[in-house]
């Protein structure tokens, strides 16, 4: 009996062990300033980009990118492509390589629509959701983490509403609950956080994960330290 409870006490020692040093490091409510500032400034930046993709406010959306994206990609491209672009998909497009990439740019800048199949232009709407046919209700920040070289930060949220279940798995019109949960990647530009430079997600098997767009420098992000700041104490009153 003692050897049983001296294996225990040994056990639970080791997994308490573990948990302290994978644990993330928390200030609870003592943020320090420097960082409870940059919170507050994320907080309002993600709500109102948020908005901006829900109404496709492109002018908007657009200018929130990174600047050396603005640099190789224009608006017109942009919203093309419902802002799902990174700075190098263009010269990346096998159009480019075979030397009829500026031909398409040109195509582009000449009809900024894609068309349906009876031709008829499709208008440009912003894709925040995996689910197309979502309607969100509520909107929630989850958690804001910033790296502690103040350079980076990550910002979390979660969706509520209503959606259709997809018509390829259902025949006929069925309404679901719909939850999305999404991270923002930020960086700060000359003293402004802008997105930072994202690509589209082709190393991550499952298409949930697929759907949504990574940093191009995703292993060097997995490697950075965050801050966490509870959202709560960011939204102030």
């Not at 829900?54 to 093309?80: C, M, V």
């Not at 990439?101 to 800048?109: D, P, S, T, V």
């Not at 499709?122 to 979502?134: A, C, E, G, Q």
Request: net charge positive.
């Amino acid at each position: 009996m003692k050897v049983f409870r001296l294996f225990n006490f040994i056990l639970l020692t080791i997994l308490c062990g573990i948990g302290v040093l994978y644990s993330l490091p928390s200030y609870g409510d003592n943020v320090p300033q420097a960082f409870l500032k940059e919170a507050k400034t994320l907080y309002k930046l993600e709500e109102d980009y948020y908005h901006r993709r829900l109404k496709s406010d492109w002018n908007a959306i657009y200018a929130y990118q990174h600047p050396k994206l603005r640099e190789n990609i224009t608006l017109d491209e942009f919203k093309f492509y419902d802002g799902r672009i990174g700075r190098n998909f263009l010269l990346m497009n096998p159009l480019h390589v075979s030397g009829a990439g500026q031909q398409f740019r040109e195509y582009i800048k000449k009809h900024k629509h894609k068309v349906d199949m009876l031709g008829f232009p499709i208008p440009h709407k912003y894709r925040l959701f995996k689910n197309p046919t979502t309607r969100p209700k509520t909107f929630q920040i989850t958690n804001i983490d910033i790296s502690k070289n103040g350079k980076y930060a990550k910002v979390g949220f979660v969706v509520t509403g209503k959606g259709l279940f997809p018509p390829e798995i259902w025949r006929g019109v069925k309404e679901i609950p719909v939850k999305e949960e999404i991270t923002d990647f930020w960086e700060k530009v000359d003293g402004q956080w802008k997105l930072t430079l994202l690509q589209k997600n082709l190393n991550i098997s499952g298409s949930d994960k697929k759907f949504f767009m990574i940093p191009e420098n995703s292993k060097h992000w997995d490697h950075m330290e965050f801050v966490s700041i509870d959202p709560k104490l960011a939204k102030g009153k």
